[in-house]
């Protein structure tokens, strides 16, 4: 068994199933993040999740494969994560992804200083990060329809997330929702909601994580048409009353 504080290092599994491996700098990196957070978890209470194996698989491996082959993308991109909480999936990506722009939003300040603290420590400068709620950011002119990529990761019902993520990408570009389980009936549910936004599903991912083989979904959103000024609705309201 390794350590708890060594991260298994699974490049074949890395190339396998995202097409990307990272660099010895990179792993080196990724290695940082974990210790940064078991050490943080003591305090702040980030995750549950401190077993290398499990971290790598459901905070590492999950954030970069729910990108799907985005990853390989050689465009830079604007990226928000929403609810980024301990950083994910923003931190792997910015990692992994040194020529995209990324702003990490959390509504907990400390999480915040976390990954302030974190990304500073690593040498990502490619990151920023806004205590804000998400709400009250995407009426905010300098963050509404400016990101070409949105990501949502374990915040709230599908709904929710998509009227969080929506307003903030700009016409054309693309959210993700990353899910557990999912189901037909969410899929039409999820259908009458983005339509609301501007949005229509482009694709449902299902995959499976190759440690713990659990299946996960990643829903991608594409933004079709601006969204109205009346969505996100006000703080709390999304979540009150779903789309």
Excluded at 14 to 43: E, G, R
Excluded at 78 to 86: E, K, L, P, R, Y
Excluded at 137 to 161: E, T, W
Excluded at 188 to 207: H, N, P, Q
Aim: net charge negative; proline share 6%.
């Amino acid at each position: 068994m390794p350590d708890l504080a060594s991260l298994p290092t699974l490049n074949e599994i890395w190339q396998t199933t995202t097409d990307w491996c990272p660099t010895p700098t990179q792993q080196s990196q990724l290695q940082s993040l974990y210790i940064a957070v078991i050490t943080a978890n003591k305090t702040l209470n980030l995750t549950r999740i401190t077993e290398p194996e499990e971290f790598w698989e459901k905070h590492l491996w999950d954030s970069l494969r729910g990108i799907g082959d985005l990853i390989q993308n050689t465009a830079p991109l604007q990226v928000i994560d929403i609810g980024t909480g301990a950083g994910f999936p923003g931190l792997p990506l910015a990692i992994a992804r040194t020529d995209w722009q990324l702003t990490l939003v959390d509504s907990t300040a400390k999480k915040i200083g976390f990954v302030e603290s974190i990304a500073s420590e690593i040498g990502l400068i490619n990151v920023r990060s806004l205590v804000s709620r998400i709400e009250e950011l995407g009426q905010d002119r300098q963050h509404r329809h400016q990101s070409d990529l949105a990501l949502i990761r374990a915040v709230a019902s599908a709904n929710v997330c998509a009227e969080y993520a929506l307003p903030l990408v700009k016409l054309g570009g693309t959210a993700i929702l990353y899910r557990g389980n999912w189901t037909e009936a969410e899929t039409e549910s999820l259908e009458l909601a983005v339509a609301k936004l501007g949005g229509e599903i482009a694709k449902i991912d299902r995959f499976t994580t190759p440690i713990s083989n659990s299946i996960r979904h990643c829903i991608w959103l594409h933004k079709a048409a601006d969204t109205h000024p009346y969505y996100p609705r006000a703080v709390g309201i999304p979540n009150l009353k779903p789309l």
